[in-house]
């Protein structure tokens, strides 16, 4: 068996209600306050690669990773502006998922530097990276199918004394915290809307509410910056919606999001700011209005002969065969 189940009529119920509400408030709502903010802070940054940021949170200097002869990524300069939605862009092989590899840890690079809210991270672990305020998320989630979904949230939390050797056997010490750290699970699992999977096997849930839970673990390190890679795929429709109003509201909030994701009628309603890449390079930076007509993206992430979806129009999505 692959580990997904069959989605229950009451589950499909569930979530054609959830993409109604969701569609619903888009439909109804004007820009957020966090649209406005974000937009008023990169409102004079010129779209151009490399280009400095009024308030960077993320600053990456000439980092580089080659395997063997294969230039996977070849950053000169990469600011990411806070409290904005930023997506990276490029054909399958351009290098967003290693250059995000590369800044949170989980891979190290041949050359280079970046810093974090003013800090130097250049080589920290990634376990030390989450706890600065800077986590990732991955394209095939990470769930422990055999712990409650409770659990897996809760598994987010840092700096729980039960989890030492010495401590573990006396309850008494981290009783209170444990408890603590449940409610705020409760929480997130109220938020995300996965209360009624609360206890329930990870294993036993769809692709997209694996994907919300992932989101609702990275926000118990009480993140600053939420790096997503490919949140949308494998997702059923009826969660894209949902899924998109979370990621609005975590920006909205005043944290920094930055995502790779290959669907551009995602990229184009939801993203404040485009990082384009192609074989390894930055080659382009802008908002959707920039980036939607130019010609470098569209040669190297489409094709010549095809146009970027303008933010209000829904042309059929382009499929990985056809970039």
């Known amino acids: 068996m ?109 050359s280079g530097s970046w810093s974090f809210d003013g800090t130097d991270i250049t080589g920290t672990s990634a376990y030390r990276i989450a706890r600065l305020g800077m986590v990732r998320t991955f394209q095939l989630t990470k769930a422990l199918m055999r712990l409650t979904t409770l659990e897996n949230v809760m598994l987010g939390a840092t700096a729980q004394r039960g989890e030492r050797m010495l401590v573990a056997p006396l309850r008494m010490v981290w009783k209170r915290q444990e408890r603590d750290i449940e409610q705020r699970s409760d929480e997130l699992l109220e938020r995300f809307r996965l209360s009624h999977m609360r206890d329930e096997y990870a294993g036993t849930m769809s692709g997209g509410q694996r994907k919300l839970l992932e989101m609702a673990r990275a926000l118990m390190v009480n993140p600053s910056m939420v790096m997503l890679d490919e949140p949308m795929a494998g997702v059923n429709p009826a969660l894209t919606q949902s899924l998109l109003g979370h990621i609005q509201a975590l920006r909205d909030e005043g944290m920094t999001i930055v995502l790779v994701e290959h669907d551009m009628d995602v990229i184009m309603s939801i993203s404040d700011w485009i990082v384009c890449f192609a074989e390894g390079k930055v080659i382009a930076e802008g908002r959707p209005s920039d980036i939607r007509t130019n010609r470098a993206v569209i040669d190297a992430y489409l094709g010549a002969r095809r146009a970027l979806p303008d933010r209000a129009d829904t042309p059929k999505p382009v499929t990985e065969d056809e970039t």
């Open 2 to 110: 692959s580990g997904e189940h069959e989605t229950s009529g009451e589950e499909v119920l569930h979530e054609r209600e959830e993409l109604a509400q969701a569609e619903h408030a888009i439909a109804e709502s004007s820009p957020s306050v966090g649209a406005v903010r974000a937009a008023e802070a990169l409102a004079d940054v010129e779209p151009v690669p490399g280009v400095a940021k009024l308030d960077p949170i993320l600053v990456a200097d000439n980092v580089s990773r080659h395997f063997g002869g294969v230039r996977a990524v070849e950053v000169d300069h990469l600011e990411v502006q806070r409290g904005t939605i930023t997506a990276l862009i490029g054909p399958n092989g351009a290098g967003k998922s290693t250059f995000f590899n590369l800044v949170t840890g989980f891979d190290q690079p041949d």
